[in-house]
C-alpha cells in the first residue's frame, strides 16, 4: 500500500510539474519569493527599533499590526469568528517589584541596603513574594567537577547558607574551557540549590560589569508569563516560582563579601588563570533578600490570516502555515535583533502569503503567526485549543522558525516522520525534484538531549494528532544572543527554504484525501484526546 502511494505522489509530481523546473502554472508564484523582499520585511521587523520583539509588548504590536497590514493588502481573508486578524490571548504577568525588593547586608550593626535593577538584577522567574535570610559562603567558582580538576565544593557545608560565586568569562586553555566544564558551569547553579542553599548570588562577569558602567545599563529582570485562561494541555499547569538567584553587580558584590573591589578584580584575575580561589563561610555578616511582586494581565496575538482553496469541497479542509514572530526584548541594554530567530520565518510567510494569492491550492491555506514561543510556545498552545477551524480537518501543520543560517544547502526536518508517512515522502519528493536541500534528520529523535522536538510551534499541533514539521536551520553562536542580526543572514538560503515550504504545501492541499496517520500506533485521528499520550517515549 505505501508503495502504491508513493508511486501516485510521483505520479501526481510528474504530471503537474513536467520533468524539470517548478511545477506548472506555480513558476510565477515561485519566482514572487524573492532575497529582495525578504531582505525588505526583514530590515523592517528585525530593526533595533523593535527592541526586540518581547511578548507581550508595544513592539511587539507593532509587529502584528504590520503583518496584519501586508496580509490584507495582498488580498488574504481573515479567519477570527469577528472578522478580525488577531487572536488575542491574556496574559498573566508576574515580575519582582522594584519598589518592592531589597538587598540588605547585616555587619553587626551596620546596615547596607541595595536596590533592584541599579544594584542587583534577578534572573529567574519569579511568582510568589519571599524573603531570604541567611549566613553567606563565599564559593570561588562554584563548580563541583573533580573529574575535571576543578572542585570548589569538596566538603563545605552548602545547607542552609546564601551561596556567593563569581561568573568570570573562561578563556581558551582554562581547566574548565571544554564542552563538560562548560556544562559544568552552566549547571552549578541548580547543583548548589539541590545540595541545601537557600539562594545564589552570581558576580556578573568584568566584561558586563564595565559595558553597565560605561553604557548605565540597568538589569532586567525576567517575567513569569502564563496564560490567563487556562488550557487544556497539562503542558501549561501553572507552577510557583520563588526567589533563588540574583546578579550582583561588583560594588554590590564587595559590599556583600567585605572586600574591596581591588580584592574583588584579584579573585576573578586567579579563577582566569586556572587556579581556584579558597572557598570560604562569612561569619560576620548575613543576607537578607526580600522579594515582592507585581502581578498584572496584558494581551498578545496570534496573527490568523486564510487563502481559501479553489476546490468547493476541499476548501473546507485546512494546510496550516506557521511561524513565531516574536523575541526575547532586550538584555543588559542590548537588542536581541533576532533576525533569524525567528524574523527568518515571519518574513518568508509573508513572501508564502504573497505567493499563495498567485497559485492557491484545493484546499484552503491557514497562515499564523504566533505569539510567544519564546515564552514556551504560548501562542500555538493557545491556537489549536482555540482553533477557529474544527482540528479534524488540518491536514497539516508546517512550521518555519529559523531558516537562514549555517551551512547553505542543508536543512533540518523534525517530526515530519512521526505520524504520516505520506507527509515525510511528499517533503522529501518536492525538496529532491525542486530544491535540492540536504534534509537532517538528526534532531527529529524526541529523546534528543537538546529536545528541538518539543521546542517549537509544531509540537501543539503534533499532541493533536495533526501531522507537522518543523523546518529549521540550527543554533548558532549567535543563537538568543544580541549578535543575531540581519548583516549575518543567509538570504539566498532563506529564499529557497521558503520556496520549499511553499511548494510543499501546495502538494498537500491538491491531494485528494486528507493526510493519512500511519506512524504512531496510539494516534489514529486528529484531535485533543491525544493530549495524553507521551511523546518522550523511546522511538516515538
Not at 521587523?45 to 511578548?55: C, Q, S, V, Y
Not at 476548501?315 to 541594554?333: F, I, P, T
Not at 508546517?398 to 537562514?404: F, G, I, Q, V, W
Not at 498537500?508 to 494516534?523: A, F, K, T, V
Amino acid at each position: 500500500m505505501r508503495l502504491i502511494r508513493l508511486f501516485s505522489i510521483l505520479t501526481l509530481i510528474v504530471l503537474i510539474g513536467g520533468c524539470s523546473g517548478y511545477p506548472a502554472g506555480t513558476g510565477g508564484a515561485v519566482e514572487s519569493i524573492t532575497t529582495e523582499e525578504l531582505r525588505l520585511h526583514l530590515s523592517f521587523l528585525a530593526a533595533d527599533e523593535f527592541a526586540g520583539r518581547d511578548t507581550p509588548s508595544p513592539e511587539l504590536k507593532i509587529t502584528s499590526r504590520y503583518l496584519a497590514t501586508m496580509v490584507e493588502s495582498y488580498g488574504l481573508q481573515p479567519l477570527m469568528p469577528d472578522g478580525s486578524w488577531y487572536q488575542p490571548i491574556p496574559l498573566d504577568i508576574t515580575e519582582a517589584d522594584p519598589v518592592a525588593t531589597r538587598l540588605i547586608v547585616r555587619e553587626g550593626s551596620r546596615r547596607h541596603e541595595f536596590h533592584l535593577s541599579s544594584d542587583f538584577g534577578i534572573p529567574g522567574r519569579i511568582s510568589e513574594e519571599g524573603r531570604v535570610t541567611g549566613v553567606l559562603l563565599f564559593a570561588g567558582l562554584g563548580v563541583s567537577a573533580p573529574d575535571l580538576g576543578w572542585d570548589d565544593i569538596g566538603s563545605a557545608d552548602v545547607d542552609g547558607k546564601i551561596v556567593v560565586v563569581l561568573d568570570p568569562a573562561i578563556p581558551d586553555g582554562h581547566p574548565l574551557a571544554t564542552l563538560e566544564g562548560s556544562r559544568a558551569i552552566r549547571n552549578r547553579n541548580n547543583a548548589l540549590l539541590r545540595a541545601g542553599a537557600l539562594a545564589v548570588l552570581s558576580v556578573i562577569s568584568e566584561e558586563r560589569e564595565e559595558s553597565y558602567s560605561e553604557q548605565g545599563y540597568r538589569f532586567t529582570s525576567s517575567r513569569y508569563i502564563y496564560p490567563a485562561e487556562e488550557l487544556q494541555a497539562a503542558y501549561y499547569s501553572r507552577r510557583s516560582y520563588r526567589f533563588s538567584r540574583a546578579e550582583l553587580r561588583h560594588a554590590t558584590a564587595a559590599s556583600v563579601l567585605g572586600v574591596s573591589k581591588d580584592d574583588l578584580d584579584r579573585l576573578f584575575a586567579r579563577i582566569r588563570e586556572g587556579t581556584r580561589v579558597s572557598t570560604r563561610t562569612i561569619r560576620d555578616r548575613t543576607v537578607e533578600i526580600s522579594v515582592g511582586v507585581d502581578r498584572r494581565v496584558e494581551e498578545s496575538y496570534n496573527v490568523v490570516a486564510m487563502v481559501e482553496g479553489s476546490d468547493s469541497t476541499l476548501k473546507d479542509e485546512y494546510v496550516v502555515l506557521s511561524c513565531h514572530h516574536d523575541h526575547l526584548g532586550m538584555r543588559d541594554g542590548e537588542v536581541l535583533n533576532g533576525a533569524d530567530d525567528n524574523g527568518s520565518g515571519t518574513v518568508a510567510m509573508l513572501e508564502i502569503a504573497q505567493a499563495l494569492m498567485l497559485k492557491r491550492p484545493k484546499r484552503s491555506t491557514i497562515l499564523v503567526w504566533h505569539t510567544g514561543e519564546e515564552r514556551g510556545l504560548i501562542g500555538s498552545q493557545y491556537f489549536v485549543q482555540r482553533c477557529p477551524v474544527p482540528v479534524e480537518n488540518i491536514t497539516a501543520e508546517l512550521n518555519m522558525d529559523m531558516l537562514c543560517r549555517n551551512a547553505p544547502d542543508s536543512l533540518y526536518v523534525i517530526g515530519s516522520n512521526k505520524l504520516s508517512s505520506e507527509f515525510d515522502e511528499i517533503i522529501n519528493l518536492v525538496n529532491d525534484r525542486h530544491i535540492g536541500f540536504a534534509l537532517d534528520y538528526r534532531y527529529e529523535d524526541p529523546t534528543h538531549p537538546n529536545r528541538f522536538f518539543f521546542r517549537s510551534d509544531h509540537y501543539p499541533f503534533m499532541q493533536y494528532g495533526i501531522p507537522g514539521v518543523w523546518y529549521f536551520c540550527g543554533t548558532t553562536s549567535d543563537y538568543h544572543q544580541p549578535t543575531d542580526t540581519i548583516d549575518r543572514v543567509d538570504f539566498d538560503k532563506m529564499e529557497r527554504a521558503t520556496r520549499l515550504v511553499y511548494l510543499t504545501a501546495l502538494e498537500i492541499g491538491n491531494l485528494p484525501h486528507i493526510l493519512e496517520l500511519d506512524l504512531h500506533p496510539e494516534i489514529t485521528s486528529r484531535g485533543e484526546h491525544n493530549l495524553a499520550i507521551n511523546w518522550r517515549e523511546a522511538g516515538r
